[in-house]
């Protein structure tokens, strides 16, 4: 999965994968908070990614992230100034994409919470 971009790829995934250390107890606080909900496509799959390295399978399929698609690209709608833009030049596919990352997030959820 290419979501080791970032912050949230970069330091904290090596630290949520590390069974030794309370990075679960760490993740777990970061997925129930409600910042989450309004977390960006990168960082949403940063946070599958993790999940799915400490449940041992994965939470978003390969191919669904294959699939959408965003002529920015899904690493580069960070941040209030780039939706906007990104909204205001291709709303569809920036719709299509929030879509998704917004389903992510529920699966992730629903993977973290072991449904």
Avoid: N
């Amino acid at each position: 999965m290419a979501a080791r971009s970032g912050f949230a790829g970069c330091f904290l995934l090596p630290a949520f994968a590390d069974r030794s250390c309370c990075g679960g107890c760490l993740l777990g606080a970061l997925l129930e908070a409600p910042a989450f909900g309004d977390a960006d496509p990168a960082t949403v799959l940063a946070f599958a990614a993790a999940v799915a390295t400490r449940r041992g399978k994965p939470v978003v399929p390969e191919i669904e992230i294959a699939v959408t698609q965003h002529p920015f690209g899904l690493f580069a709608l960070v941040g209030r100034a780039q939706l906007e833009r990104a909204t205001a030049e291709y709303p569809e596919a920036t719709k299509q994409v929030l879509a998704a990352a917004s389903r992510w997030r529920g699966q992730i959820l629903a993977s973290w919470r072991g449904r």
